[in-house]
């Protein structure tokens, strides 16, 4: 079955302990993305990969990292997260960087900061 | 950048028809997307305009007039599985990023 796939679903953590989102697709798509969602503000793009090791900020990029070393995984990371980054979060992929239009999203991770 | 403006709420009763608008502002322009998300959910993608007119896919159409900078999603035969939040997405002429509208909240009553 074709999927985006993220882990942890669900998570809790503290001020400064870094964590990692992992996001897979089995698609082999090119381009793949994270988005955060929040009340009221809708999807706002954090950081997007057009293949492997090309990367580049999203509208929201502070505060994360990302990497793409192989084509189907695209992690997120938090070095030293803090309460303003509890929010949902999606990754997701689409064929290719003129393909963006049309993105196939995973299920989302919903963090909270304390 | 992009921005785009659509209601934050529309109420529908069953069986009828709902139009949900989107107006953007962007620099340069390549398309317009739809997107669907239940609560709980992750958002799915619906229909793309990237020439003006009407596009159809069963109950659900999209329209776009690239000379407005407006577009709008049509719901006919409205069903309670079809509340949900809509967003309309733009993509920039030479962007590869999607930029997302706040989001319609539909509630369909019966």
């Known amino acids: 079955e074709a999927q985006v796939t993220q882990n942890p679903r669900y998570l809790i953590t503290v001020t400064g302990k870094k964590l990692t989102v992992t996001c897979s697709q089995n698609m082999n798509h090119e381009y793949m993305s994270w988005y955060r969602q929040d009340p009221g503000l809708g999807l706002r793009q954090i950081y997007y990969?057009?293949?492997?090791?090309?990367?580049d900020k999203g509208d929201v990029p502070e505060g994360y990292k990302v990497s793409r070393k192989e084509k189907r995984n695209f992690p997120l990371i938090l070095e030293s997260p803090s309460p303003n980054q509890t929010s949902l979060y999606f990754c997701a992929s689409s064929l290719g960087p003129l393909s963006t239009d049309t993105q196939y999203f995973g299920p989302g991770t919903r963090l909270t900061v304390l | 950048g992009q921005s785009l403006e659509q209601p934050s709420e529309v109420t529908a009763v069953e069986g009828a028809i709902v139009q949900i608008n989107c107006t953007y502002q962007t620099s340069g322009f390549y398309g317009l997307s739809w997107y669907q998300q239940h609560d709980g959910g992750a958002p799915t993608f619906l229909s793309y305009?990237?020439?003006?007119g009407l596009e159809e896919t069963g109950r659900f159409s999209s329209f776009l007039s690239r000379s407005d900078s407006y577009g709008y999603l049509l719901l006919q035969e409205l069903q309670m599985k079809d509340s949900a939040s809509y967003f309309c997405a733009v993509r920039g002429a030479g962007s590869y990023q999607l930029t997302f509208g706040k989001g319609t909240k539909l509630s369909v009553i019966p």
């Open positions: 990969s057009m293949n492997v090791e090309v990367t």
């Open positions: 305009n990237a020439l003006d």
